[in-house]
């Protein structure tokens, strides 16, 4: 993997994802929504990568929105590619099959906001701010905003956000269900490694279809997320780690989980 705004770092399960662009707080330009695109299908495609953490570079800022230089002077037509671009990317990462950690470390604005909504789970520090401030530039959120926000939090305060501008901190993030939990910026990392290795610990197959089945079936009716809900449910009694998972929980042991 080479990467010019990226660094990863692959360890025992665990892909580490660092936005490197601490001069300009992590904004996300073209190259690296093109390396984020890149380095998602890599990592889905490694099975040596069980769960993927993402922060950005420095103590300020996960990644502070778009870079507004280059934005600045786009077309109608060149905007919407631009924001078809990001939207892919974005949606490359919440389909990934594995799941993903948001490590907010400071502000998680515009585009750095939406990239945290399509993560499986999002753990801030206590100085994090997470916002979608577009407006104050004369724009709406091009990369899902409108769309995962509402979803997560709510209408009236997805509205709150995206029409004021205005960034909420990590405790009114965490009460309104915007992030999973709040620690200290030192313990960032440790805690999203440590709910990391809790993932890990269960069947790999079992939290592939978990993801799955929440995934798809938010975008369907209740009775189709039920029906795939029991389709997967199915084809986990073929495998061997549910085998597995049931013997062991009978025994009274820990599992030996093989990820088949």
Not at 199 to 211: D, F, H, K
Not at 228 to 235: A, D, N, Q, T
Request: net charge neutral; hydrophobic share 45%.
């Amino acid at each position: 993997m080479g990467y010019e705004n990226l660094l990863v770092e692959i360890g025992e399960r665990i892909a580490l994802v660092t936005v490197n662009r601490p001069q300009v707080l992590n904004a996300l330009n073209a190259m690296t929504v093109e390396e984020m695109a890149r380095c998602w299908k890599e990592l889905q495609q490694n099975p040596e990568v069980g769960v993927v953490i993402i922060t950005g570079a420095g103590e300020k800022a996960f990644i502070a929105g778009a870079d507004i230089r280059e934005l600045n002077g786009y077309t109608p037509a060149q905007a919407q590619e631009c924001a078809r671009r990001g939207q892919a990317m974005i949606s490359s990462l919440e389909q990934m099959g594995k799941p993903v950690i948001a490590a907010i470390n400071g502000f998680a604005l515009g585009g750095g906001c939406e990239l945290a909504l399509a993560c499986t789970l999002r753990i801030a520090s206590t100085n994090a701010r997470i916002g979608q401030p577009e407006v104050k530039i004369g724009i709406p959120p091009g990369y899902g905003g409108s769309q995962r926000l509402p979803r997560l939090i709510g209408k009236g305060r997805a509205l709150q956000m995206i029409l004021t501008g205005e960034p909420v901190a990590a405790d009114v993030a965490v009460q309104w269900g915007l992030v999973n939990q709040v620690v200290a910026l030192d313990q960032l990392l440790p805690a999203a490694r440590e709910v990391a290795n809790k993932i890990l610990a269960n069947s790999r197959t079992a939290v592939r279809y978990s993801l799955q089945a929440v995934h798809e079936g938010l975008n369907q009716s209740l009775e189709q997320g039920l029906y795939l809900e029991s389709v997967l449910f199915g084809l986990c009694f073929s495998t061997p780690d549910m085998q597995e998972g049931t013997a062991a929980f009978l025994e009274k042991r820990p599992p030996r989980f093989t990820g088949q």
